[in-house]
């Protein structure tokens, strides 16, 4: 294989696939920059990663480029190399379709328009593959869809990450139906990595359209795309010939696709191999935490409000840390993921693989933000999409096999118009049932205020810890006096009466532990109050990891079963609950 600074030296010019036959790969070469103008002839990012460095546009790679980019030095080993394809419909159109195919092997020096296997990203050992557009504009004949399936028949037996850099213009006409079959082909190949438990994470670069972006470059456990590229399941042409109009410019864009659920990240060229090395760092670590790590476990001391109403306003108040300050004080390598995968992004609930004292986590929570922040996180009223995303997250760590932590703080999900229209409460109860059954360990913290079913569908938790100034409710005391009273204003009252405090809910059963804060509430030291917060968690994920999965689903199933079956004269929950 050509290392990449020789490759660079052998560029030359753009051919037409039906141009002659050439017998060295051939990668697009400038002297300036098409979008910004800028002198690329002495630009290192262009010519080291082939991105401008002053507007950072993201050009053509070939896919052994690719490689040379992302694997560890001398570490990459091409596996079904022979795979080739055939002619199975004698096509012919400007040119026959075996010369068409004999053109593509001698400009891009592949055997077929995919590259694959198995190397080591930071010293991690993954099977990666790589499409190339020069080849027939990566498109995805019966060879191609072989070569793929094979790589992740392959990542399956060798229990192994899988990787895939994807560009393609779709299914490969020259090859008809047969051409649409490798779609059913290559999803039930990663199907089988999935089932296994592998993680498979999915790059897609410009372009990314057809019949490879609705197969398995879209079943990716993450998904990451390049500044720029092109990524639509018709091309522009395809729609507007079709259709008779065109999208708006932004559409079909990376920016686009992130706001619309169906990206966790867009990655520079320059951060994408640190990006890979840390995710499959979080996916694919054997660590557990054990008894040592748990050696700091808080103890609730009796300093939340002395009222109720006192504690509510502690809950609420704009400096507590949030989730995403939480994130940052507690774990260390957070990779946030983002997106639902069927309409949007909620900014309301956050969430992604991060190291919580060194243990791969998946960690997700409500973000209700602080005052003057940039993103507007609807006070951590979530929306149907946000929910759809937290249950992502949670599968995400049932297949991983790694815990879950969930951090909940929100008033209640958001229950406007377009809640109701896009399935609210659908969304909550496939959370609750999801967490039911989820087959990882799974500990609950709510750090603020625990509104309603917008609070519990992140809260169905083997342990379920609260911090003493935090409130948890069925409603909020304002919700409570508007209809008891036709009157918000007489919260105050209702307050105690909701039995809405940690102490209150600990002696219902309802929360398994109290989580002390420094004096006077979280927001007067966010960083004891994460320590503590920390300690908690790391003690209850230290006692759950001693228990088999089988024991840890049915006290699972017991602790909700068993909520108010029995309450005792003076209203207190005869069963037992757990105190850390």
Not at 174 to 179: A, H, R, T
Not at 218 to 240: C, K
Not at 421 to 428: I, V
Request: charged share 25%; net charge neutral.
């Amino acid at each position: 294989m050509l290392r990449f600074p020789e490759f660079l030296t052998r560029l030359g010019p753009q051919r037409r696939e039906d141009e002659p036959p050439v017998d060295e790969p051939v990668v697009e070469s400038l002297e300036s920059c098409p979008t910004c103008g800028a002198d690329l002839t002495a630009d290192p990012e262009y010519r080291r990663l082939r991105v401008c460095g002053a507007c950072r546009r993201h050009f053509a790679l070939s896919a052994r480029e690719r490689v040379e980019l992302l694997a560890d030095p001398a570490t990459f080993r091409e596996i079904n190399r022979s795979v080739r394809s055939g002619d199975p419909l004698a096509f012919a159109d400007k040119l026959p379709y075996r010369e068409r195919l004999v053109a593509a092997q001698r400009r891009t020096g592949l055997a077929e328009a995919v590259l694959t296997g198995i190397c080591r990203i930071d010293g991690r050992t993954v099977v990666l593959g790589a499409l190339d557009f020069e080849f027939l504009g990566g498109s995805m004949g019966a060879a191609t869809g072989e070569k793929i399936a094979r790589a992740f028949e392959q990542a399956t037996r060798d229990k192994l990450p899988i990787v895939w850099i994807v560009t393609s213009g779709g299914a490969r006409m020259q090859e008809g139906i047969l051409s649409l079959m490798q779609m059913a082909k290559t999803v039930a190949a990663a199907k089988r990595h999935h089932s296994a438990g592998l993680p498979f994470i999915s790059v897609l670069t410009n372009p990314t359209t057809g019949g490879i972006y609705a197969s398995f470059a879209s079943l990716g456990d993450v998904t990451l795309a390049e500044p720029g590229a092109l990524i639509g399941f018709a091309g522009p042409r395809v729609i507007e010939g079709t259709l008779g109009h065109r999208l708006p410019p932004d559409a079909q864009r990376p920016e686009f696709l992130l706001r619309h659920g169906q990206l966790d990240q867009i990655v520079d060229r320059a951060k994408l191999r640190g990006m890979l090395a840390q995710l499959l760092t979080l996916v694919d670590s054997p660590y557990r935490l054990t008894a040592t790590e748990a050696a700091e476990v808080s103890t609730v001391a009796s300093q939340a409000g002395e009222t109720a109403w006192e504690t509510v306003q502690l809950a609420r108040h704009t400096g507590r840390p949030t989730t995403l300050d939480y994130i940052r004080l507690m774990t260390t390598g957070f990779v946030e993921l983002h997106g639902d995968r069927v309409f949007g992004d909620d900014p309301a609930i956050v969430g992604g693989l991060a190291e919580l004292a060194g243990q791969p986590v998946v960690i997700l929570g409500h973000e209700r933000g602080h005052p003057g922040d940039p993103i507007d996180r609807n006070e951590g009223r979530a929306r149907p999409e946000g929910y759809r995303k937290a249950r992502r997250l949670m599968l995400l760590a049932a297949k991983l096999r790694l815990p879950l932590v969930t951090l909940i703080d929100t008033p209640g999900a958001y229950p406007g118009l377009e809640s109701e229209e896009r399935g609210l409460a659908g969304a909550l109860a496939l959370c609750l049932a999801t967490m039911v059954e989820l087959p990882t360990p799974i500990v609950s913290a709510i750090i603020g205020e625990g509104g309603s079913g917008g609070a519990l569908a992140i809260g169905v938790a083997d342990r379920v810890l609260m911090q003493e100034n935090a409130i948890y409710s069925v409603i909020a005391p304002e919700g409570a006096a508007a209809i008891l009273y036709h009157d918000p204003s007489r919260a105050q009252e209702l307050a105690s009466a909701l039995r809405i405090t940690a102490r209150d809910c600990k002696a219902l059963g309802v929360v398994d532990g109290l989580v002390s804060e420094p004096a006077g509430g979280a927001h007067h030291d966010p960083n004891a109050a994460a320590h503590l917060l920390k300690s908690a968690l790391v003690h209850e994920l230290v006692d759950l990891q001693r228990q088999s999965l089988d024991k840890l689903l049915a006290r699972r199933y017991k602790k909700f079963r068993s909520m108010g079956e029995t309450v005792s004269a003076g209203g207190r929950h005869e069963g037992a609950s757990r105190s850390t």
